[in-house]
């Protein structure tokens, strides 16, 4: 039903959870983000920000043409919706659920980016790019943190699209110079979705592909030398 262009990065991570928890038909087709699959013209025209994630639905709800939905916020949106799971139909609901993905999508993602590549792939350690990086992952995790107090999930008392997108950001906590145990509300929560049996099969997915490297030298050119020419090869 629906094919899947992604590699195991937190933001394809998302996605994988979704169709795990629900139970949905898919195809993956890796996307080698380290050798440039991205700007492949077949993946462009239906990604054409040259990133993944990005679906096809084969089988859309109003049962015309495949559909296709590239970013991970707009995807995980429309299979809610598609779905009729984990996003609220009442307002109130859908509201705080769509503030937190926006959060997410918006936030966390960004900056703790932003820290893993000061962090981890800078070619030389810029200290005030790593201070500035580590210490706003840390401050999101506090406000996430505070969100979950007395709470099982981050829109109340059931798993959402909000969750499936902050929790793969937060699996590289250490890599993000971040300490769980500093954040109680989180780690409770962080542990009891990563126990869920689909979050453990939405992972194994990514398993193999993960073992090659993640980012090379050579795909260091690609990732982080991107510029407008190179899109509009």
């Known amino acids: 039903m629906i094919d899947l262009y992604y590699w195991p990065t937190p933001n394809g991570h998302k996605i994988t959870l979704f169709l795990e928890e629900a ?44 559909v296709s939905v590239f970013e991970s916020g707009a995807i ?12 609220p139909a009442d307002p109130r609901g859908r509201k705080t659920v ?11 993602g960004p900056m703790a980016g932003q820290n893993h590549h000061f962090v981890q792939y800078a070619p030389e350690p810029i200290p005030y790019a790593i201070d500035r990086y580590v210490k706003e992952t840390n401050r999101l995790y506090g406000v996430l943190n505070k969100r979950l107090a007395g709470r099982a999930f981050i829109a ?7 969750d499936m997108a902050c929790y793969p950001w937060v699996v590289p906590h250490e890599r993000q110079r971040q300490n769980l145990a500093d ?45 407008a020419a190179a899109v509009q090869k």
């Open 183 to 227: 954040f109680p509300d989180l780690k409770r929560w962080f542990e009891s979705i990563q126990a869920r049996p689909a979050t453990v099969r939405a992972y194994e997915k990514g398993a193999e592909l993960g073992k090659r490297p993640s980012v090379t030298e050579e795909g260091k050119k690609i990732l982080f030398g991107q510029t």
């Open 156 to 162: 109340g008392d059931a798993l959402t699209i909000a």
């Open 98 to 108: 769509l503030e937190w993905l926006f959060w997410q999508v918006g936030g966390l």
């Open 23 to 66: 139970g949905l038909d898919y195809t993956i087709h890796p996307v080698d983000i380290s050798a440039g699959d991205q700007f492949k013209p077949d993946f462009l025209a239906i990604s054409p920000n040259n990133r993944m994630p990005a679906i096809v639905d084969r089988s859309p709800a109003d049962g015309g043409e495949p």
């Open 76 to 87: 995980l949106t429309y299979l809610a919706e598609k779905t009729g799971t984990f996003l």
